[in-house]
């Protein structure tokens, strides 16, 4: 059974940094695309980015984190790695990653079929 594990969250001062981890277990990232999704209080999960293993990591950003975040993996340990500089207070949301195999699409959370439990991020100004 596919398992997706985030962390690496934790509080940290507008300007900073964090990298989060996904950690995928049951299976393999080959053949996916792996997603990125926040959630903050009151507000619907929206699409922060996504690696897409099998178009040749092809990787896409929401306009509001371009620049500032960046996808990545790490084959030899099964992880998704969501480097995050220049945080600012909006990014303040619970992160998610999520994983699907086959298919083009990779914004639409409706799209992917495994979660992982989410971590929160919290930036303070």
């Known amino acids: 059974q596919v398992q997706l594990v985030e962390s690496g969250g934790g509080l940290v001062q507008a300007g900073g940094s964090l990298r989060l981890s996904c950690a995928l277990s049951?299976?393999?990232?080959?053949?996916?695309?792996v997603g990125w999704f926040r959630q903050a209080p009151g507000k619907e999960r929206e699409f922060v980015a996504a690696?897409?293993?099998?178009?040749?990591?092809?990787?896409y950003y929401a306009d509001s984190v371009k620049g500032r975040f960046t996808i990545s993996r790490d084959n030899a340990k099964n992880t998704v790695y969501l480097q995050m500089n220049s945080l600012k207070p909006e990014d303040t949301a619970v992160y998610f990653c999520a994983a699907k195999y086959g298919g083009t699409r990779y914004a639409s959370d409706h799209e992917y079929t495994y979660w992982g439990q989410g971590t929160q991020v919290t930036v303070s100004s």
């Open positions: 690696l897409i293993y099998w178009s040749g990591d092809n990787t």
């Open positions: 049951g299976g393999t990232f080959s053949s996916s695309t």
